[in-house]
T-cell receptor, first 116, second 111 residues
Framework: SAVISQKPSRDICQRGTSLTIQCQVDSQVTMMFWYRQQPGQSLTLIATANQGSEATYESGFVIDKFPISRPNLTFSTLTVSNMSPEDSSIYLC?????????????FGPGTRLTVT | QKEVEQDPGPLSVPEGAIVSLNCTYSNSAFQYFMWYRQYSRKGPELLMYTYSSGNKEDGRFTAQVDKSSKYISLFIRDSQPSDSATYLCAMQSTNAGKSTFGDGTTLTVKP
């Protein structure tokens, strides 16, 4: 299993500003995923981040709005740029399981963002 | 149309009841079927996993997959207040870590 921590756990931000969310994993992983989860809604994948290459963004998400860094195999950051109230959500990072258990995903506790 | 549709809930049951949570899907390539449990203010954690069709039992939990109907279910027997959480179904076509998730069903088990 993997233990994932995220910082900050929550934040209240003003519109037009940016917030960087950090994700730290206790083991080396190839792929890290960033999700958004709005109340009563599913997990929506924002992007997949591989170490040493640019992140791959899902439809509807762009690098200018959600830049991602992946400097090593245990760490990643997601920035929510030029925020608006519509960006208020929970942001979760996730990693895949190892070896034959790679169907499984492990999730961090999430970052609860409120944009005013 | 979404690839994965989950019964929306919310669901409220008395302690000891049998709970049925259900999802349908449209992508016939899905082979891995998972159920995640998410407690309030926590990330989802894997509860059950099934490969292809069939049943799998783990204590009070039973996962069923019917690929012919593209329908999966999670049954909880003798439900407990500690089972109160949001349950998310998830599916993959390959063993590749990135799943497609249902919207989740919030379950409350009342003592």
């Amino acid at each position: 299993s993997a233990v994932i921590s995220q910082k900050p756990s929550r934040d209240i931000c003003q519109r037009g500003t940016s917030l960087t969310i950090q994700c730290q994993v206790d083991s080396q992983v190839t792929m890290m995923f960033w999700y958004r989860q709005q109340p009563g809604q599913s997990l929506t994948l924002i992007a997949t981040a591989n170490q040493g290459s640019e992140a791959t963004y899902e439809s509807g998400f762009v690098i200018d709005k959600f830049p991602i860094s992946r400097p090593n195999l245990t760490f990643s950051t997601l920035t929510v740029s030029n925020m608006s109230p519509e960006d208020s959500s929970i942001y979760l990072c996730s990693v895949e399981g190892m070896g034959p258990n790679s169907y499984e995903q492990y999730f961090g506790p999430g970052t609860r963002l409120t944009v005013t | 149309q979404k690839e994965v549709e989950q019964d929306p809930g919310p669901l409220s049951v008395p302690e000891g009841a049998i709970v049925s949570l259900n999802c349908t899907y449209s992508n016939s390539a899905f082979q891995y079927f998972m159920w995640y449990r998410q407690y309030s203010r926590k990330g989802p954690e894997l509860l059950m996993y099934t490969y292809s069709s069939g049943n799998k039992e783990d204590g009070r939990f039973t996962a069923q997959v019917d690929k012919s109907s593209k329908y999966i279910s999670l049954f909880i027997r003798d439900s407990q207040p500690s089972d109160s959480a949001t349950y998310l179904c998830a599916m993959q076509s390959t063993n590749a870590g990135k799943s497609t998730f249902g919207d989740g069903t919030t379950l409350t088990v009342k003592p």
